[in-house]
């Protein structure tokens, strides 16, 4: 079953809630861009940093990715609310595969999206990686991998 997927826009993703993003949305997403970076031949480790910024809705966006990302065999650090500044960071200091922050920066609420880089924090955009992404996530033929194989989920947040 193939749907297609407005909210890839050319440098991230950006969509209405409940129309063009949703958790079921993410879910696929998530399991996409780790299928993505795992076919990558530099991919230099197997996590992939995660972060949101203080929307409502971003915390379950971000936990139907991390299901995803892990359900495809990737680990994921989860940073918890932070900058998009911050997912760079990490992503390179970390010597992570990959990162994602989901924001909708400057849109209104009924928006959310996400941002994507690779290792050394290297922008993922239609061009470079994200129409692959696109194209794994509209097909939804994902099979989880046996439990033993999935990836594991970790939070590294800052606490006051």
């Known amino acids: 079953m193939t749907q297609k997927l407005t909210c890839f826009k050319a440098y991230d993703i950006r969509g209405k809630l409940g ?34 910024d203080i929307r409502p809705t971003s ?12 359900e495809a065999g990737m680990d994921v650090i989860d940073l918890g609310m932070v900058g998009t500044e911050e997912i760079y960071f990490a992503t390179s200091d970390l010597k992570m595969a990959g990162g994602i922050e989901i924001t909708a920066s400057h849109n209104p609420i009924e928006y959310n999206g996400m941002k994507f880089v690779r290792e050394n924090s290297i922008p993922v955009s239609y061009d470079t990686g994200l129409e692959q992404v696109k194209k794994l996530a509209e097909k939804a033929a994902f099979q989880p991998l046996k439990l033993a194989d999935q990836g594991g989920y970790s939070q590294h947040c800052n606490e006051e």
């Open 19 to 52: 129309e063009e993003l949703n958790e079921e949305i993410a879910y696929n997403i998530g399991h996409a861009f780790a299928i993505y970076l795992l076919s990558q031949r530099n991919c230099p480790s197997n996590n992939i940093v995660l972060g949101c």
């Open 59 to 70: 915390e379950g966006l971000k936990l139907a990715l991390a299901k995803g990302i892990m």
